[in-house]
């Protein structure tokens, strides 16, 4: 059988000569490694979400690393995180040392509530991961309300919601911590790369030491000094740098950010309006207390859907439309086996959920016939 080429893709970049331009500029210069344009999209990038500093990496899995390390979590430590998330908000965990322990999250918007981090919390509890989950902001006030006080670091994985808003300011500017991913299915790419935003100005300058295997003078700052340099190593570090060459196409990306959350947010309408005639059917949506960039848009099928999750994928493929399973859980994932892990909200989003295609330029005939592909079998 000749496999079908999806004609509907389920996210396609925004990309053009500019970016093209941008990154054949860096190359010219002869600096292509962590330089001047990192920083130059550090600062951008953290002035765009309301915080004091920006420190590249080269994925939000390392942002997420660095920001376990700066919390302090090591052996023996607890760690709350959703199940219901990319395995990477887990896998950080452990390669910190610490220990996953998995929390539900809310039905309707598929966040940790402070209810749920509530509940797993031990006295061995060191920080949390919040996840933004498609954009959608989770309430963080509501848990550093319940975690502050206990000398607990809440750490936002904001790795899809560069754009959305919680409570009129940009979502991250209230984190001690945030991270952020530029991976392409996100709305704003640098191909491959991350950023870990803060408000500390000691605790930024540690990261970006971490970052560059623990050096105490970056090697952009020491090529560029008039003197001799003898860097120091204090403390073992990492090699978590992003390029000059993703710099210079993210400060193009970041340029383009609110026009592809204009159209995503339109287009996430219309999908809505459109699924409202599909009895039971649930679908993305703004919280009370903000407003999401829509870097997904899913729904959940009802109980009693004539065919399941998982079929209606294949049908979707076999119609040329490309779809995704909703969020994964990575306690169902053989990895994660051995923690203990009581989650039926999480259980029923992962096995009844789909991604469904939203990019840019997506005419209202494609989305017309998504919506058809996922009614026609209701």
């Not at 053009?16 to 001047?36: F, I, L, T």
């Not at 459109?274 to 999401?292: I, M, Q």
Request: charged share 20%; glycine share 8%; aromatic share 6%.
């Amino acid at each position: 059988m000749i496999p079908v080429i999806p004609v509907i893709p389920v996210i396609r970049p925004v990309l053009g000569e500019e970016e093209a331009e941008a990154v054949a500029a860096v190359v010219r210069s002869g600096w292509v490694a962590q330089g001047p344009r990192v920083a130059e999209f550090e600062a951008a990038f953290a002035g765009r979400v309301g915080a004091a500093h920006g420190v590249a990496a080269s994925s939000c899995t390392t942002a997420l690393h660095l920001a376990l390390l700066l919390a302090g979590v090591g052996p023996g430590d607890e760690v709350v995180v959703p199940s219901l998330s990319f395995i990477a908000t887990a896998n950080v965990v452990r390669h910190a040392g610490g220990r996953v322990v998995f929390a539900d999250v809310d039905p309707v918007t598929a966040n940790m509530t402070a209810k749920d981090v509530e509940v797993a919390l031990t006295p061995r509890t060191r920080a949390v991961i919040l996840v933004d989950q498609g954009g959608i902001p989770a309430d963080l006030d509501a848990v550093r309300a319940l975690c502050d006080p206990r000398g607990i670091t809440v750490i936002e994985d904001a790795a899809c919601a560069a754009g959305s808003v919680y409570k009129d300011r940009p979502v991250g500017a209230g984190a001690e911590l945030a991270a952020w991913s530029f991976h392409p299915r996100k709305l704003l790419t640098t191909g491959e790369g991350g950023m870990l935003t803060l408000h500390d100005e000691a605790v930024a300058r540690r990261a970006r030491r971490l970052r560059e295997h623990g050096m105490s003078v970056s090697a952009a700052d020491r090529h560029g000094s008039a003197r001799v340099v003898i860097e120091e190593y204090d403390e073992t570090g990492f090699n978590y740098r992003m390029t000059d060459m993703q710099a210079a196409l993210g400060l193009v990306q970041l340029t383009r950010l609110d026009a592809v959350i204009a159209r995503r947010r339109e287009l996430a309408e219309r999908y809505r309006r459109l699924f409202a005639e599909v009895p039971g059917l649930a679908c993305a949506g703004d919280p009370p207390h903000g407003l999401t960039n829509y870097q997904s848009f899913w729904i959940t099928l009802p109980d009693g859907f004539p065919v399941g999750r998982d079929a209606l994928l294949q049908l979707m493929l076999d119609a040329g439309i490309s779809a995704r399973r909703g969020i994964m859980a990575a306690h169902r994932e053989p990895a994660y086996a051995d923690v203990p892990a009581d989650l039926p909200v999480t259980d029923r989003f992962t096995t009844r959920s789909l991604v469904l295609p939203l990019f840019h330029d997506m005419t209202h005939a494609q989305q017309d016939r998504v919506v058809e592909a996922v009614a026609g079998h209701a």
